[in-house]
């Protein structure tokens, strides 16, 4: 339940970073919006992984929140076009989104593989680890 | 124009992730300049974009997915990382879903 509060606090705080970016365009006061959004989203971000959450399912729900909340809501706030071919083609970029962010899944080494090269696979389980620290 | 500029955000923000991928989570310090740079030139960028009369909507989507589809595409070329079939099917959609975003923006 926590973690679901804090990945949408982060969904939250990307779009609201994002829609300041627009609208720093006729006031730069709102840069500061900005930045404080997109730290705040980075920490929770950093937060949910801390507290053991997938971080792809997790990355790719943000992603593809964000993306498609930041279209609805400008297009609301900013009068923004908003098609019907818009809407679809940003549907399947947020599909395409969680497919990539899914798709690392458990890693489909063969045993024969594992066990000719142990090292080898070891390393790159540390190097996923790596990346989904930093994500 | 607009969509050179846009182009030219996703690339230094994929830069940007990749840089950040090779710093180890910030432990190798020489990778710590190139994060920041490439993170701030494509925010510049993007802003430049959407200063230039692109919708936020249609620029972040646009930026957002083009960014997750070529970083696990130069994670794979630079750090061998794993593309799942899964994987390479969301990019498909991400490429597609980019190319029906212009086609139903170019319309207006």
Same mark, same amino acid.
């Given at each position: 339940?926590?973690?679901?509060?804090?990945?949408? &606090?982060?969904?939250?705080?990307?779009?609201? %970073?994002?829609?300041?970016?627009? @609208?720093?365009?006729?006031?730069?006061?709102?840069? %500061?919006?900005?930045?404080?959004? /997109?730290?705040?989203?980075?920490? %929770?971000?950093?937060?949910?992984?801390?507290?053991?959450?997938?971080?792809?399912?997790? /990355?790719?729900?943000? @992603?593809?929140?964000?993306?498609?909340?930041?279209?609805?809501?400008?297009?609301?706030?900013?009068?923004?076009?908003?098609?019907?071919?818009?809407?679809?083609?940003?549907?399947?970029?947020? %599909?395409?989104?969680?497919?990539?962010?899914? &798709?690392?899944?458990?890693? @489909?080494?063969?045993?024969?593989?594992?066990? @000719?090269?142990?090292?080898?696979?070891?390393?790159?389980?540390?190097?996923?680890?790596?990346?989904?620290?930093?994500? | 124009?607009?969509?050179?500029? $846009?182009?030219?955000?996703?690339?230094?923000?994929?830069?940007?992730?990749?840089? $950040?991928?090779?710093?180890?989570? #910030?432990?190798?310090?020489?990778?710590?300049?190139?994060?920041?740079? !490439?993170?701030?030139?494509? +925010?510049? $960028? #993007?802003? $430049?974009?959407?200063?230039?009369?692109?919708?936020?909507?249609?620029?972040?989507?646009?930026?957002?997915?083009?960014?997750?589809? #070529?970083?696990?595409?130069?994670?794979?070329? +630079? +750090?061998?990382?794993?593309?799942?079939?899964?994987?390479?099917?969301?990019?498909?959609?991400?490429?597609?879903?980019? !190319?029906?975003?212009?086609?139903?923006?170019?319309?207006?």
């Amino acid at each position: 339940m926590t973690k679901w509060l804090i990945l949408a &606090g982060a969904i939250v705080l990307e779009v609201t %970073a994002t829609l300041a970016l627009r @609208a720093a365009i006729e006031n730069p006061w709102w840069s %500061a919006l900005t930045v404080i959004g /997109y730290a705040g989203a980075f920490v %929770a971000l950093s937060l949910l992984l801390r507290l053991g959450a997938p971080i792809g399912v997790v /990355y790719g729900i943000w @992603a593809a929140a964000g993306v498609a909340l930041t279209a609805v809501i400008a297009s609301v706030v900013f009068g923004e076009p908003f098609t019907l071919t818009i809407g679809i083609g940003i549907a399947l970029v947020i %599909a395409g989104v969680i497919l990539v962010e899914t &798709g690392h899944g458990t890693p @489909a080494v063969k045993p024969s593989e594992s066990l @000719a090269n142990p090292a080898e696979s070891t390393e790159r389980a540390e190097a996923a680890n790596v990346v989904e620290e930093i994500r | 124009m607009t969509w050179l500029i $846009l182009t030219g955000a996703i690339l230094t923000e994929v830069a940007a992730t990749l840089s $950040l991928r090779a710093s180890e989570g #910030l432990r190798k310090k020489r990778w710590i300049a190139p994060v920041a740079v !490439f993170y701030v030139t494509a +925010f510049s $960028l #993007l802003t $430049l974009a959407l200063a230039h009369g692109m919708p936020v909507g249609i620029a972040y989507g646009i930026w957002a997915a083009s960014g997750v589809a #070529l970083t696990a595409v130069g994670a794979r070329v +630079f +750090f061998q990382e794993r593309l799942t079939w899964r994987m390479t099917a969301g990019i498909v959609l991400i490429a597609i879903g980019v !190319f029906v975003i212009e086609l139903g923006s170019q319309a207006h």
